[in-house]
């Protein structure tokens, strides 16, 4: 179909990316999708928007909006209830490491691979299947290694590539598997790659980054950064303008050339041959541009908090790269993709994801970190009854051919936990029941180190503590209009350094177990309390907790893996659900709330997991159970 400004919402709502974008709009202005099945609005044509918004939505938005729709007329995929088809991917549980902040063998203050060796029985004991490591490759670390100099090299602080084929090793011979960070939008502007397309543009790499003409006071177009300011840097030795979507330092690739399509893919086959079982993918929705790389829409920037993001997030190449890579490199191997693709929606997920496309397996959608209406940076407490609509939603619409990962925690958020109670009441709780969630959801649980502690955030007290390049770029930014403490608050709300605090293994400052150095990064306000000797040696921890659900994951693998999913009950307090396979079937039973709710009366069975003594009437606080059910009351 062919869309124009006298289409309805209702036509645009067929399509999978105007769905999505109609989704997001909503959700940010805090209203229902449902608002669309009204047939006023549902027949408006998208030229009364203008007007009926009063220039909300805009005429550059409507433009913008109708380039993306008429870009790719695949369907939405249709959401017929079949089971799953088998994978072992989706039997695991995946375990996030970062890697300079798990374990320091070295001593120098940054964790290492030897250091990651020696806690593989710790990992196993949790009973996690997958490690996904964040990048280990060789990088000058202007944002944590997200940066890479060269990708056939271990960051000299992390160890050596021989040090990382034992770790390898070691990880297969428990049976469990190790994906890596793969790394691709951008590259280090210190990569050879970039230097030679620098100083010799009419080389063989002349044409590997995103170079544009102009004069050095005026960049190409009007993108952002996400790390503040402009995305584009001049430099004087070439006499262009080179694109980075991130730091000054991470210069995008153009992927439009077919010699970076087929390096990156030679590369990546490259780790497969050595023996790695995946991939998670940077910002892999990220590498197509529309052409020209036009100015972006005001409105979006507001309201994505970036502008130029609609010509990129969904690009008009995107499912033909990411397919030839697939085809190039995965599809020859029995390995798992996750993507990270900030912006992307169910509908546009379920395109790069579904089995019959030949993409990707899984990717991040990060809509449930935030409740609607919020962004990282606020300071609010996170209502958790946003997830069972969250959830339910997905779980019924996400198509059968499609696998969705579980996650609350990475190394780009604060810790959940001090999300949903800032004030540290029901901490221990409140972890469990998000655990609970993840292993009982259908999906693939992805658990980030110190989550099975209970971590909580750290507070940093001055921006000397701070490590993190978007916080320092934001701070710096701030200052130019708040104090000192002000911006400070900010940066406490939303940074990511919360999760890139070490690991504390055990009770002893100053480096508890982490390090017998000076960590690079302070440890956690926690440290003392929520660490893995303590946890180990108290029975009722999260530690516990988390190895019991997963376990439990494992025993109920037909039900809590491949089995249906039923909502249950209309209390918006407690998210009450059934799964059923393999002839068995599990009640989760879950309030969302800090106060006491009542119990969800319908079915009746044998607790198998419960995160605290049930009570006889009503469910306590942030109380999460699962049972096996013997009888369904009538
Ligand atoms: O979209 C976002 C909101 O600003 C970000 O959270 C975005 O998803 C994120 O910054 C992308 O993250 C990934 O790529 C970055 C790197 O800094 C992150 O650590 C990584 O997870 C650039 O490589």
Redesign the pocket.
């Known amino acids: 179909m062919n869309y124009t400004k006298d289409s309805t919402l209702r036509q645009v709502l067929q399509s999978p990316l105007g769905s999505d974008v109609i989704s997001r709009v909503l959700q940010s202005l805090q209203k229902p999708l449902r608002l669309v099945d009204n047939p006023v609005v549902g027949n408006l044509r998208l030229r009364q928007l203008p007007g009926l918004t009063r220039g909300l939505v805009d005429e550059e938005f409507l433009c913008a909006l109708l380039t993306l729709l008429n870009a790719d007329d695949t369907p939405k995929i249709s959401v017929i209830p079949t089971p799953p088809a088998p994978a072992w991917w989706k039997e695991s549980v995946f375990y996030q490491i970062y890697p300079r902040s798990f374990c320091d063998a070295s001593g120098d203050g940054v964790g290492d691979l030897p250091g990651i060796r020696t806690k593989l029985d710790y990992l196993q004991a949790l009973g996690v299947d997958v490690l996904w490591l ?1 990048p280990i490759y060789d990088s000058p670390n202007d ?2 290694g ?2 890479i100099r060269d990708y056939q090299k271990i960051m000299a602080e992390f160890g050596t590539l021989e040090d990382f084929d034992a770790l390898l090793a070691d990880v297969h011979s428990r049976g469990m598997r190790l994906i890596l960070d793969l ?1 691709v ?2 590259t280090s502007d210190e990569h050879a790659w970039f230097q030679s397309s620098l100083h010799a543009p009419d080389g063989p790499y002349g044409d590997y980054y995103l170079w544009r003409d102009g004069t050095p006071d005026a960049p190409p177009n009007n993108w952002d950064s ?2 503040s300011g402009s995305a584009w840097t001049w430099y004087p030795e070439r006499g262009q303008w080179a694109l980075h979507l ?1 730091s000054k330092k ?1 210069m995008d690739l153009n992927w439009d050339n077919a010699a970076v399509r087929r390096d990156v893919a030679s590369l990546v086959c490259w780790w497969l041959d050595r023996g790695v079982d995946g991939f998670r993918m ?2 892999i929705n990220l590498i197509s541009k529309a052409p020209g790389l036009p100015n972006g829409s005001k409105l979006v920037g507001g309201l994505m ?2 502008t130029g993001i609609e010509h990129y997030f969904y690009g008009p190449h995107l499912h033909e790269y990411l397919r030839e890579l697939c085809q190039n490199s995965f599809d020859r191997y029995n390995v798992v993709t996750v993507g ?1 693709t ?2 992307i929606g169910r509908e546009t997920g379920a395109l790069m994801t579904h089995e019959s496309r030949g993409e990707l397996d899984m990717i991040f959608n ?1 809509d449930q970190l935030e409740t609607p209406g919020h962004a ?1 940076w606020d300071d609010y407490a996170y209502d958790l009854r946003y997830l069972r609509t969250y959830y339910t939603d997905w779980q019924r619409r996400y198509p059968a051919g499609c696998w969705m990962p579980l996650f609350f925690e ?4 604060p810790r959940m936990v001090s999300k949903v109670r800032p004030d540290g009441v029901w901490r221990t709780e409140v972890s469990k029941l998000l655990l609970t969630l993840q292993c009982t959801l259908r999906g693939a649980p992805f658990l980030y180190q110190g989550q099975e502690l209970g971590l909580g955030n750290t507070k940093f007290a001055a921006i000397s503590e701070v490590r993190d ?2 916080a320092l770029n934001l701070y710096a930014e701030l200052r130019k209009t708040m104090d000192d403490a002000a911006a400070l608050a900010k940066l406490n709300a939303g940074c ?1 350094d919360h999760a890139r605090t070490p690991m504390p293994w055990t009770a002893q400052g100053p480096g508890y177990g982490f390090t017998g150095g000076t960590p690079w990064l302070r440890m956690p306000d926690d440290a003392p309390t929520h660490n893995a000797e303590a946890a180990e040696a108290d029975a009722a921890s999260v530690l516990h907790y988390a190895r019991a659900v997963i376990a439990l994951r494992r025993q109920y693998r037909e039900a809590l893996v491949y089995g249906s999913f039923t909502p249950l009950g209309r209390s918006k307090d407690v998210f009450a659900y059934l799964r059923a396979g393999g002839g068995q079937t599990l009640l989760v039973e879950l309030n969302l709330t800090g106060t006491p709710a009542r119990r969800c009366r319908q079915v009746r069975g044998r607790c198998l997991l419960a995160n605290c003594t049930l009570g006889e009437g009503r469910m306590r606080p942030y109380e999460a159970a699962v049972y096996l059910v013997t009888e369904a009351a009538r």
Do not use: C, T
Not at 410 to 413: A, L, S, T, V
């Open positions: 964040s944002d944590m997200y940066d790394v939008n951008h996400f790390f991130f991470q940077d910002v908090g970036i990270e900030p912006g990060f990282r990475n190394h780009d958020n390049v978007e990511r």
